[in-house]
């Protein structure tokens, strides 16, 4: 065999596991994936087709392989196995059981397609790789797989849900997504009795249960969701730093009267963010301070938090507004006792 034909033998064999990986595969896809040109797409599912493999080509949508053909199992280069084994190591301290039990269930099967010589290896990969994390391996919730199965399924579900606040109630909501933030599992869901989307801990539901019953899916991305929370609480009054109900646009024209306004000291928990106006600088850094903010539930882990009002502050001028300042997410809290300051990492 030529030699100039090996790397294009791997490709056509990599497209087929493609492929097999999702029910329909555009021809962008491949492109991006093996860095070619859509010709060079075109001709390998031409090549592929001669060879014998059943490719049905969906017009304007891209290429799948016929409903019940399968090939023998894929082979596990020793980088791919490793990969895995690795993970394996991660998700066993994973604080979700049903998460840990099906990932070892599917990686056994995974294994099973190994070589021998890759078993071996795999074996001892797994005895020397740790994470550190959750060293006692605490499980506190076991509901990922279902909620993970009715975000796809879009299934209403029912929880019975402990707040921080310790107080229980039923809630029935439309899953809309997950995310995982200091070792705790997060669902973002359409809330029916607040008729708006919440966010609810994992380990803070105490029972599910998931309905026949569908609702209509949710129509905007997850990065489009939390671009509607930052703005939602953009717009809130940055500080209440007086009674009146002026915003920052009306006080702009009511800088010829503007007056000095004296308000009580208060102590105010959250991230920060240094930053400078140059070159649009604080428009990135403090939308992506916004964006840790709602992402990682801050508010929600402020301790001795007065009320859910967030305060962004700007603080900490080097000189004028084209100098250096800190820009501050947080709540307003009665003491800073008992307060670690590495809870949040960047904390103020």
Known sequence: MDTEDKPRLARLTAIITQLQSKRIITAREIAEKYNISIRTVYRDIRTLERSGIPIVTEEGKGYSLMQGFHLPPVMFNEEEANALITAEQLIIKNKDESFTEHYKNALTKIKAVLRHSQKDRADLLSQRVVFRNNEANQKTSSYLMDIQSAITNFNVLTINYYSLQEELSTRIVEPFALYS??????????????????????????????????????????????????????????????????????????????????????????????????????????????????????????????????????????????????TVLGCKVSTLECFTYHSFGNVI
């Open 181 to 326: 933030t200091q070792e705790n599992w997060l669902l973002i869901a359409f809330c029916q009795l607040r008729n708006d989307f919440r966010t609810f801990r994992l380990d803070r539901i105490e029972q599910l249960q998931i309905h026949t019953q569908h609702f209509e899916p949710h129509k905007m991305t997850l990065q489009e969701y939390f671009e509607k929370c930052r703005e939602k609480f953009l717009y809130t009054p940055d500080t209440p730093l007086s009674y009146t109900q002026s915003n920052f646009a009306s006080s702009l024209k009511k800088m010829n009267r503007m007056e000095n306004v004296k308000i009580e000291a208060f102590n105010v928990i959250g991230i920060a963010v240094r930053t400078t106006n140059q070159n649009n600088q604080a428009a990135k850094d403090i939308g992506e301070l916004w964006n840790k903010f709602i992402a990682e539930n801050i508010a929600a882990k402020i301790p001795n938090k007065i009320d859910n009002t967030v305060y962004c502050i700007y603080t900490d001028y080097e000189g004028d507004h084209t100098q250096p300042y800190t």
